[in-house]
């Protein structure tokens, strides 16, 4: 017998969690107290504006911004690009439902980046500043000599672990391999 719910007539509620969090002391690096409502919200921004997307296996792949692969690319395409990738990092945040009004600055090798977030406990300019992301880039969208900032180097550092932690994983598939093509050979020969 089947039972008779009608689980489609029931109510269903969105809940809203509040925001409140622990409050990130960046002047002495530090976690002090607590944090809530915009105060929190901004404190988010910075966190996620401050993570690569998909460098971290324990963020999930909806967080962070993508800025690794704009080193090195021609300015007015990284102010294209820009206000889409910050957007689409920010509003996974459901307290955020717009991200507008962009400005850019730049200043020698940085670019410096203002722009207004729409929250739903207000709204504020915030910025992402002093980003070296154009290899000493110029104003007419060509790439020019190396940077010695700590900004690229460290980038660049990171490149190289992802890159050795994808050949580990490479090497780990391929003995995956192996180890299926043994197993199939002995149930298949049944030994």
Do not use: C
């Not at 940077?147 to 391929?174: H, P, R, W, Y």
Request: aromatic share 8%.
């Amino acid at each position: 017998m089947i039972p008779n719910v009608n689980i489609l007539t029931e109510e269903i509620t969105k809940v809203n969690y509040p925001s409140r969090t622990y409050k990130i002391n960046l002047d002495k690096d530090r976690i002090s107290g607590y944090t809530d409502d915009l105060d929190a919200i901004k404190q988010a921004i910075y966190l996620i504006l401050s993570t690569e997307r998909y460098q971290h296996i324990i963020y999930s792949w909806d967080y962070g911004v993508e800025l690794l692969d704009l080193i090195g690319k021609p300015i007015p395409y990284v102010m294209s690009e820009l206000p889409r990738r910050i957007k689409d990092a920010l509003i996974q945040d459901d307290r955020i439902s717009d991200v507008v009004d962009f400005e850019f600055q730049k200043v020698g090798k940085k670019l410096n980046v203002t722009f207004k977030v729409i929250t739903t406990l207000g709204n504020f300019i915030t910025d992402l500043n002093g980003v070296n992301l154009f290899n000493g880039g110029t104003n007419d969208g060509t790439s020019g000599g190396t940077s010695g900032g700590s900004d690229l180097n460290e980038i660049k550092s990171l490149k190289q672990e992802v890159a050795g932690l994808k050949a580990t994983i490479d090497s780990i598939s391929i003995g995956l391999d192996k180890i299926i093509d043994i197993q199939t050979d002995l149930i298949t020969n049944g030994k």
